[in-house]
């Protein structure tokens, strides 16, 4: 089991639906990542939270929407998304943004669009 | 951002066997990082070696870092079935975040 918990595990939507994704952590990291990872490719970085505020946002399409609510949780929230959308989603924290110390990962979610 | 290279791409060993898995990268480093994912879960960190770190060790565990071959290396010692995973090195340069290289994928046979 990890410090990080994402919900759902798994989630199956279509393309006109509208879903979110659901990270929490309790260790006081200021930081929090979420990452889009397909088959036999490393994590790519989507976003990037900082104190609570968006620092990073990879060019990531607009029917991608994080929100971060307070410094325990993090959301990402779906519409509109694609079948090439369809992806491992990975949740992380760490202590600080920066690069400088170890990322925390959820679990993930797994996510099919259909 | 840059990416690191991991080499190889694959390795298969026999239990008890010890395994070595290189990353290469271009430019300089604050930091290097080694995370292991089991497959359809999350990444678990491993280390973390620091530019003026030449090796460090976490039980079974030994990574090298050479800055002016701009390289490193994950040796897994006494390797178990439970070894088996895919390995991933991060860059970590100047302020921004890490960035994956594209993994070796582990396979111990029992």
């Known amino acids: 089991d990890t410090e990080v918990t994402q919900t759902p595990k798994h989630l199956v939507m279509g393309m006109t639906n509208k879903k979110s994704l659901k990270c929490e952590q309790h260790m006081g990291h200021r930081a929090m990542y979420w990452y889009k990872q397909k088959a036999k490719k490393p994590p790519e970085l989507m976003f990037v939270y900082s104190y609570e505020k968006l620092s990073i946002n990879e060019s990531v399409p607009s029917r991608f929407s994080p929100e971060c609510p307070n410094s325990s949780l993090l959301n990402l929230h779906l519409h509109a998304l694609q079948p090439e959308d369809s992806a491992l989603y990975l949740c992380?924290?760490?202590?600080?943004?920066?690069?400088?110390?170890?990322?925390?990962f959820g679990n993930g979610t797994r996510l099919t669009v259909t | 951002s840059q990416q690191g290279e991991e080499d190889p791409q694959a390795l298969s060993i026999q239990e008890g066997e010890n395994a070595t898995m290189n990353c290469s990268y271009k430019?300089?480093?604050?930091?290097l990082q080694w995370y292991r994912q089991n497959s359809g879960r999350g990444l678990v960190h491993l280390i973390l070696i620091r530019s003026n770190e030449r090796e460090k060790h976490s039980g079974r565990l030994r990574v090298t870092l050479d800055t002016s071959k701009k390289s490193s290396s994950l040796l897994i010692t006494a390797s178990r079935a439970a070894d088996t995973a895919s390995y991933f090195c991060a860059i970590g340069a100047g302020s921004y975040q890490l960035t994956f290289g594209k993994g070796t994928k582990l396979s111990v046979i029992p």
């Open positions: 430019t300089s480093i604050n930091n």
């Open positions: 992380a924290s760490s202590q600080d943004q920066g690069g400088g110390s170890p990322l925390h």
